[in-house]
């Protein structure tokens, strides 16, 4: 760590696990525009996020690496799920195919985490919907977001609603 990074204190649980959600979303990103295998893209994310510091951008958060790994393991193996309880969730003329594909990996992340049943789904939609404000500021996004969310959390865990 540089000396002037020194000063920072380490992340805390919460801040990994939402670090861990981000470079999620983002390596299912990456791994839909540019083909990539879950194995390689998660070695990138390993070796090149996971604390890195950088001049530019200072330090990076350190995520939570077992809950990349269950997120990004679960968006892959339960894909076809994930994607038909987002279509459900969407309006019928906004089918998953038609959405941004940052959208795309952001309910896919989120859906992933639903579906392990390991956090509240409350907390889980929290999460996403701060996520998608940090990538469209500007924009009604993060309120579709909420819905979609609060719409696929009550099909994948109905006992919590």
């Known amino acids: 760590m540089s000396e002037e990074n020194a000063h920072l204190k380490p992340a805390t ?5 939402s670090a861990a959600r981000l470079y999620a979303m983002q390596a299912l990103f990456q791994m839909e525009s540019a083909e990539m295998t879950v194995d390689k893209v998660r070695r990138q994310f390993y070796d090149h996020f996971f604390g890195m510091e950088t001049e530019e951008e200072g330090q990076f958060v350190d995520g939570d690496s077992d809950l ?17 309880m987002t279509d459900r969730a969407l309006v019928a003329k ?3 195919a038609r959405i941004d594909s940052s959208l795309r990996a952001l309910f896919r992340a ?12 409350k907390v889980v939609i ?12 500007d924009g009604r ?8 969310l609060d719409h696929m959390a009550r099909e994948a865990r109905p006992e919590e609603f």
């Open 94 to 96: 906004w089918p998953i």
């Open 141 to 148: 996004e993060a309120k579709f977001v909420n819905a979609v």
């Open 110 to 121: 989120a859906g992933a985490e639903l579906i392990l049943a390991k956090t509240p789904p």
């Open 126 to 137: 929290n999460e996403f919907v701060n996520l998608a404000k940090a990538f469209y500021p």
């Open 68 to 84: 990349f790994h269950e997120l990004t393991e679960a968006a892959i193996n339960q894909q076809a799920k994930i994607d038909q």
């Open 13 to 17: 649980k919460r801040e990994m696990k």
